[in-house]
Nanobody, 125 residues
Framework: QVQLVESGGGSVQAGDSLRLSCAASGRFFNWFAMGWFRQAPGKEREFVAAISGIRGTSNYADSVKGRFAVSRDNAKNTVYLQMDSLKPEDTAIYYC??????????????????WGQGTQVTVSS
């Protein structure tokens, strides 16, 4: 069983930065893909960013490209989401997710087996 614990959310002004962290329990963390998703009130959960295991290749939603960066520290079993130039439309609950089977990143929530509890990010104009 893998447990994921997010941290780093908060309330900021437009243009500010935040770094989210997701600490994972369990073995072989470095093998598996990790993803970040978000859900705004009244909207479906959407893909934000993901990073592959081992090689660390990454992919981003168009809406965050150039502003967000995903990374992982396999020694600490932690994945990060650096969010810069935040906009009010980035306001959402952010979730990290872990696959138990695939190493390559995916933008599909169904490819992930474990989810954190979420952390709130609020960006005011």
């Amino acid at each position: 069983q893998v447990q994921l614990v997010e941290s780093g959310g908060g309330s900021v002004q437009a243009g500010d930065s935040l770094r989210l962290s997701c600490a994972a329990s369990g073995r072989f963390f470095n093998w598996f893909a990790m993803g970040w998703f978000r859900q705004a009130p009244g909207k479906e959960r959407e893909f934000v960013a993901a990073i592959s295991g081992i090689r660390g290749t990454s992919n981003y939603a168009d809406s965050v490209k150039g502003r967000f960066a995903v990374s992982r520290d396999n020694a600490k079993n932690t994945v990060y989401l650096q969010m810069d130039s935040l906009k009010p439309e980035d306001t959402a609950i952010y979730y990290c997710a872990s696959s138990s089977q695939r190493s390559r990143w995916s933008d599909q929530p169904g490819e992930y087996d474990y989810w954190g509890q979420g952390t709130q990010v609020t960006v005011s104009s």
